[in-house]
């Protein structure tokens, strides 16, 4: 990414992940939106489960531009977030990852991780890129799991 497009992300202009969002696109599905923010089931379900949570309240890139209260708020939706999703899928563990190198917006990758996944005992991201593989659901199975996440949000 070119230098004066990633400055311009960083003030947010033309952030993808500033709001207006689509509810659904190419890359995800709204789950629910919650205090803070909106989490998103992705497409590529390798990692069944794995979801985006990315902060609604402003632009913001780093976890010190928010105030103590938007910080609290902001993780209490993570925590949220991530026991509805462990319910849904039951996963062997959970990385929770907030990195902001491509897009940088607040929000975090919320990836189950399942014992024999691709990359077991690795991140899920490689060195390329590319190389990351790419499963996609069953259209019933998809819903049936985004029923089962926002189920898990609502108790």
Known sequence: MEHSQ?????RGVECPFDLPRQSSSEHWDLVSQ??????YLTVNQTYRGQC?????IRHATR???LSK?????????LHAAEV???????PDHINVAALGNVIPH???HIIPRYRGDPRWGAPIW?????????TRLAVADRNRLLKEIRHGLAT
């Open 69 to 77: 209260d938007e910080w609290r708020t902001f993780c209490a939706d």
């Open 126 to 134: 490689p060195t390329d890129l590319k190389d990351i593989p790419d």
């Open 106 to 108: 607040l929000h975090w």
């Open 34 to 39: 919650l205090a803070a923010s909106s989490l």
């Open 52 to 56: 985006l949570l990315i902060l609604d």
């Open 6 to 10: 990633w400055e311009r992300l960083v």
């Open 63 to 65: 976890p010190d531009e």
């Open 84 to 90: 509805a999703i462990s319910r849904a899928v039951q």
